[in-house]
Nanobody, 124 residues
């Protein structure tokens, strides 16, 4: 089992920045670098959507078209942490942001472990 805890959400004006963090923990022997990590978001009444993902070593990243060039995903395997740096935020970025983990390759689907989410609100 893997537990994921997100932090860093909040209220920001359009054009501003936020950095989300997600710390992974689990049974002793958790090998964080075994996991591809992803960020997703969900607006009220809508389905959860893919935002970004990163491979086990950070060598491969993927972004939804809606955030490409504005968001940057990164990870620190020594700290069991994945980050999402969000810049040039827009009101349409408002959502609950979730961290997710999966064993194996980077993908936009099929994540086994999820955090509880952190709210990001962008005011116009």
């Amino acid at each position: 089992q893997v537990q994921l805890v997100e932090s860093g959400g909040g209220l920001v004006q359009a054009g501003g920045s936020l950095r989300l963090s997600c710390v992974a923990s689990g049974a002793s022997g958790l090998i964080f670098r075994s996991y591809a990590m992803g960020w997703f978001r969900q607006e009220p009444g809508k389905e959860r959507e893919f935002v970004s993902a990163i491979s086990w070593n950070g060598g491969t990243t993927d972004y939804a078209d809606s955030v490409k060039g504005r968001f940057t995903i990164s990870r620190d395997n020594a700290k069991n942490t994945v980050y999402l740096q969000m810049s040039s935020l827009k009101p349409e970025d408002t959502a609950v942001y979730y961290c997710a983990a999966r064993i194996g390759i980077i993908t936009r689907t099929s994540y086994a472990y999820w955090g509880q989410g952190t709210q990001v609100t962008v005011s116009s």
